[in-house]
């Protein structure tokens, strides 16, 4: 993500949301089996465009849009 993003991220662990699920299994096996689906982005490009549009927001507005994780207890996008 570094590579993306050209810089180093500062990261700040924070406890987890009362609706945070425990566990997140990111697997499309039963969407491509039972939707025939698939994506149309891959993983990376998908990364530098979700990062290319939050560098657009104002400064501040980022905040709304951190990623929370369930290992980490969340990442805030500088």
Known sequence: MVEIVEEQPTIKYLPAWVLDAPVSVLDIRQARANRRWSPHTEFVEGVAQA????????????????VKTQTSGGVDIP
């Open 51 to 66: 990062w290319n549009w939050v560098r657009t927001l104002p400064t501040g507005e980022a905040e709304a849009y951190s």
